[in-house]
């Protein structure tokens, strides 16, 4: 009788032992979650986590070197909203119109990491309600107040679509040191420039277009290989008198230029 007491006490102190230790197991497990899952300290101007490695980049670019209508800007503006709905947190978001010299305007330019929204944080350790008004008040308000003013086109006598691009590839935040580099170009991708322009052949190709191969090597001597490994997504906006050109022949074209310098490159109508 003694002897059962005894074993079963026994029982009882490595039973209590057991649950002591996965006990402490479990605050060790909970605490290490809750710094892990807390986010990393950022950049109160980029809102990019601080760090040495860049962030994935999205930028995306509206060729405003041609006119468009009311309609297509309204289309303009939901493509860059679908767009901002596909990010990741943390990943970069740069907003660009280009000008006719192959420039991008500084002062439409919008270049933020996305935060994160209220839905894509674990609410057990972070506030969704917060993080949601720091996505609104921080990232797409700013991004909001800009769209009006981006949509508006600025006709000019130039459009250097490619150049503009493989600048782009050279800028600091864009190099290939970005894990995952992604353009979408809104455009008519109706290039004019002394690379090549598709200009002067009555709304087909002229007859004096330089070859695809020579076009990519002018661009590789000018900007390097700035652009090799990128995603490209082409939403395009047709122009009546060239649409035929513009889904067909200059397609062709455009993605063995593209294809010479490395870039994947799919096309969307707007």
Known sequence: ????????????????????????LAVAII????????PE?????????????????????????DEYSEQQADLIAAVIRRTRNRLEIGERFTLFELDQDGQFDPRGRFSLCNPGRGDQVNALFRNPA?????????????????????????????????????????????SSRAPER??????????????????????????????????????????????????LEIRLIPRSRYVDMQRGPLKDYWDEVFDELGVDVTWRDL
């Open 130 to 174: 917060q993080i949601e008004e720091r996505f609104n008040e921080k990232f797409n308000q700013p991004l909001e107040s800009l769209l009006e003013d981006l949509v508006e086109p600025k006709e000019a006598p130039n459009s250097p679509v490619l150049e503009a691009l493989a600048r782009l590839g050279q800028t600091d935040a864009f």
């Open 31 to 38: 605490a290490f979650a809750f710094f892990a899952m807390q």
């Open 182 to 231: 992604r353009i979408v170009i809104i455009s008519d991708m109706l290039q004019n420039s002394d690379v090549f322009t598709i200009y002067g052949g009555g709304g087909v190709l002229p007859e004096n277009m330089p070859d695809a191969i020579g076009v990519a090597d002018t661009v590789m001597r000018r900007f390097g290989d700035s652009l090799n490994g990128v995603e």
């Open 1 to 24: 009788m003694a002897r059962r007491r005894r074993t079963r006490q026994k029982k009882q102190r490595n039973q209590a032992i057991l649950n002591f230790v996965l006990a402490g």
């Open 41 to 65: 300290p950022y950049d109160e101007l980029t809102l990019c986590e601080i760090s040495d490695d860049l962030p994935p980049h999205t930028a995306v670019i509206i060729d405003k070197t």
